[in-house]
């Protein structure tokens, strides 16, 4: 799903009061933890995720692979924060055109 800048921007302004539902330790990216993030996105629709990883690229690599596994749109990266929005059957989020 490709979002435009003023969708991006709704989102964004959407998650700015959100906590982060989901925290990588230094585990990585398991099992269980896709399984959370699913189960959060298909309830509710817009995410925030920790990544305690220090390295950029190490951070980048697990939000790629998060998105790939869980067919989630990233809307953005901030420092340790990583921001997912995939819309549920319902649709809370009502984006604008």
């Given at each position: ?41 298909s309830y509710h629709e ?10 950029r690229d190490t951070k ?38």
């Open positions: 799903m490709t979002l435009n800048k003023k969708q991006i921007q709704y989102l964004k302004s959407l998650a700015h009061h959100l906590n982060p539902v989901v925290m990588i330790g230094n585990n990585g990216l398991t099992e269980g933890v896709l399984a959370e993030i699913e189960q959060s996105l817009l995410i925030k995720i920790k990544i305690a990883s220090e390295d980048n690599l697990i939000a790629n692979a998060i998105v790939r596994e869980t067919d989630a749109t990233n809307v953005q990266i901030i420092g340790k924060i990583l921001i997912l929005y995939r819309p549920s059957d319902t649709h809370k989020i009502i984006l604008p055109k």
